[in-house]
């Protein structure tokens, strides 16, 4: 069993940044592929970024590819989602998903995949 933690969420300005991160706990943490989903009121849960256990690996969306990076540190057993350039449609509730197996390249994109979830952390990009 994990346990998902996130934090560092908050309202921001558009084309500011911020850090988000996502403590786990339970199970080996570098074992686990790590995932960033997020859902915006009305919309279906989307897929943000993903990581591989050992960091080697890493899987964005187009809407977030060249002013996001995923990464982590596995001595802290925490995922973060470093976040630039924001705008207001990045608003909404983020995730942190963990699974411990994912064969599949497409796997990582898949929320359906994913065991663990967090509670989730509110962003706001105000214009």
């Known amino acids: 069993q994990v346990q998902l933690v996130e934090s560092g969420g908050g309202l921001v300005q558009a084309g500011g940044s911020l850090r988000l991160s996502c403590a786990a706990a339970g199970g080996t943490f570098s074992s686990y592929a790590m995932g960033w989903f997020r859902q915006a009121p009305g919309k279906e849960r989307e897929f943000v970024a993903a990581i591989s256990g050992s960091g080697g690996y890493t899987y964005y969306a187009d809407f977030v590819k060249g002013r996001s990076t995923i990464s982590r540190d596995n001595a802290k057993n925490t995922v973060y989602l470093q976040m630039n350039s924001l705008k207001p449609e990045d608003t909404a509730v983020y995730y942190c998903?963990?699974?411990?197996?994912?064969?599949?390249?497409?796997?990582?994109?898949?929320?359906?995949?994913?065991?663990?979830w967090g509670q989730g952390t509110q962003l706001t990009v105000s214009s």
């Open positions: 998903a963990a699974q411990g197996t994912l064969h599949r390249y497409s796997d990582y994109f898949a929320k359906e995949r994913y065991k663990y």
